[in-house]
């Protein structure tokens, strides 16, 4: 027997005994990073302004999606989409005041999913929107120092325990809605460090599984309270203010200019004077996130998992900081669905690559599942971008689609952004020309063509706005008929 087959012959008879632990380790891990309220305003993606070396670090090692587009402009409904696989047309959960949870129990969520076939699950920080948490879809959670609530003040969260003090050297805590100031504590003071911490112990443990593990960080998510040398990093006479247009909302519709509410936050910020102080406190944020991206990808390079992790860098939406004179998320222009998307596949992905096709968060569920070797669920409303990994060149007809409230949608393609309301006005923006979305071409009968094949990929399921309040338990008989209707058109 020549000795090829005599290889042949031995593998044949090994193969059948590998122990089912081995071949679940032939998957691969995956380090889920979330972060709140990140807009495109990081280094990698082109803002000059802002520090990020570690974010860039995980760009260099990952492929870049240049225009990657939330499923929501608001944390929960964002949340909820990707880590359901359901858009919130389809849930119904399109505000922060209402529980995803009675929504989402035909199907499993993304940790469910995987916990069910195979994987340890476990996560800690903000993943869901932290007032509604639902432990049973993880092996383990870490709830310590309240690091799974929403608008969390970390030095206070520390002061509880009678640990550290967050004194401030501003004069007040920002303006009106929008918070910020600079804190004397440490960054080991801050609950991000406690998520990283707990991050890494999972990295450095030995797991009989292979590993999901999901390192939710709550900053830049306001307030903007970070340690004082981050704002040290920023000098005032330095900040750039974004670029604006006086006269941005004159051609938006009614339903646009209510979700800007220009008398706002907007108003408040011109009359106090003290919007580079925000922004400033924005920037500040930003670079705390960085710190503690540092301090996760350098406990990462140095861990067991390092060679054959995914890694997800993802943040839930964007933010506006004055453009057409708005602040927060909340609309569905450009500043608020924008958000930066990192991807890094061992074997597959060439490090440093760059991705312009236009996706959203629903292509995450089914891609983690197809990165793993999982069948993807059929309730899924994304397909997977493992060929975009593969090649991110390669051909791509979907637009990003975003809703925000009961059939308010916007589709995105590489060339135009289309936004549809609820009142059926609309605006359209040609994004080559015209990239800060200043002139609305709606009404220019020239574009009716781009405006009909934009709008074919608006979801065809609209499911009422359900009452609202953490303490409902069921859904409503709206939402259930809506659902079963959709149901029965597939």
């Excluded at 929403?150 to 967050?166: E, F, I, M, R, Y």
């Excluded at 943040?315 to 450009?334: A, I, M, Y």
């Excluded at 923006?429 to 074919?456: I, M």
Aim: aromatic share 10%.
């Amino acid at each position: 027997m020549k000795l090829g087959q005599k290889l042949l012959a031995l593998l044949a008879l090994v193969l059948p005994f590998a122990s089912p632990a081995a071949a679940q380790q032939a998957k691969p891990n995956i380090l889920y990073i979330a972060i709140d309220d990140l807009r495109d305003w990081v280094r990698y993606l082109g803002y000059e302004q802002v520090k990020t070396p570690n974010m860039d670090r995980v760009a260099a090692r990952s492929v870049t999606f240049t225009h990657a587009y939330c499923a929501s402009p608001v944390c929960n409904p964002s949340r909820t989409a990707l880590m359901s696989g359901q858009r919130s047309s389809t849930t119904g959960v399109y505000s922060n005041g209402i529980d995803w949870r009675p929504h989402v129990t035909e199907v499993p969520t993304l940790n469910e999913y995987f916990r069910s076939n195979g994987y340890y699950v476990c996560g800690a920080g903000k993943i869901y929107h932290g007032s509604y948490p639902r432990d049973k879809d993880w092996d383990e959670y870490h709830h310590e120092n309240a690091v799974d609530a929403d608008d969390v003040d970390a030095a206070k969260a520390k002061n509880k325990k009678g640990k550290g003090k967050a004194t401030s050297d501003a004069t007040n805590d920002g303006v009106g809605g929008i918070k910020f100031k600079p804190l004397n504590v440490n960054d080991e003071d801050m609950v991000d460090y406690d998520t990283v911490t707990y991050t890494l112990k999972q990295l450095n443990k030995s797991h009989d599984k292979p590993l999901f593990v999901a390192c939710g960080l709550h900053k830049p998510h306001m307030p903007w309270d970070v340690p004082k040398k981050y704002y040290d990093m920023y000098p005032l006479d330095k900040i750039q203010l974004p670029k604006v247009l006086e006269t941005d909302l004159d051609d938006i519709p009614p339903a646009g200019v209510r979700m800007a509410k220009p008398e706002g936050d907007h108003a408040e910020i011109l009359k106090s004077g003290r919007w580079k102080e925000a922004v400033q406190g924005y920037l500040a944020a930003i670079t705390f996130c960085d710190a503690m991206i540092g301090r996760l990808l350098d406990g990462f390079e140095k861990s067991p998992m390092k060679d054959n992790t995914v890694v997800m860098f993802w943040s839930d939406h964007g933010w506006h900081l004055g453009e057409k004179q708005h602040w927060r998320k909340f609309t569905l222009w450009e500043e608020a669905t924008r958000a930066p998307f990192l991807v890094s596949v061992p074997g597959l992905t060439k490090a440093g690559t760059v991705c312009d096709r236009t996706i959203d968060y629903m292509s995450i569920y089914p891609t983690l599942c197809d990165l793993a070797g999982l069948p993807i669920p059929k309730h899924c409303e994304g397909i997977s971008i493992k060929p975009l990994l593969a090649n991110p060149k390669a051909a791509w007809d979907r637009p990003a689609i975003t809703t925000h409230g009961y059939q308010n949608h916007t589709a995105r393609s590489e060339a135009f952004r289309y936004i549809r309301y609820a009142d059926g006005s609309e605006e359209l923006y040609d994004e080559k020309a015209d990239p800060l979305e200043w002139k609305n071409l709606a009404s220019d009968s020239n574009y009716a063509s781009v405006k009909k094949d934009l709008a074919q990929w608006f979801p065809k399921t609209n499911v009422p706005t359900p009452a609202e309040g953490k303490s409902k338990a069921n859904v409503d008989d709206a939402t259930k008929k809506a659902r079963r209707a959709a149901k029965a058109q597939k």
